[in-house]
């Protein structure tokens, strides 16, 4: 059963922009904290970004601060991740995870987060 799914991946060039969409047929995105995680070849997965319940909180990871930038549109149950100026070492598989709707906060810690999406993969050339 799949609860989340990732788009708008794809290969960019140095500097570039891309906007990746999370989105769920089984929940409403709105009411869990939702986080944003990548992991490049041979990397563990690492936090990007995360907002919390009603966007009261949103963090971000220091290494895309200024560059990425998550929403969210409710009436289309879809989450966003806005990622500009882009740079090589962003490559990566990027997924979206959902916390439980218990939890209001948003946080880094991979292990917090219960439902996971099948990523999409954003290739920055160099």
């Known amino acids: 059963q799949v609860h989340l799914v990732e788009s708008g991946g794809g290969l960019v060039q140095t500097g570039g922009s891309l906007i990746l969409s999370c989105a769920s047929s089984e929940f409403t995105l709105d009411s869990r904290p939702i986080g944003w995680f990548r992991q490049a070849p041979g990397k563990e997965r690492e936090t990007v970004g995360c907002?919390?319940?009603?966007?009261?909180?949103?963090l971000y990871a220091d290494s895309v601060k200024g560059r990425f930038t998550i929403s969210r549109n409710n009436a289309r149950n879809t989450l966003y991740l806005h990622m500009n100026n882009l740079k090589p070492e962003d490559t990566g598989v990027y997924y979206c995870a959902a916390r439980p709707p218990s939890r209001f906060a948003c946080v880094e810690s991979l292990t917090e987060y219960e439902f996971w999406g099948q990523g999409t993969q954003v290739i920055v050339s160099s």
């Open positions: 907002i919390s319940i009603n966007d009261v909180t949103t």
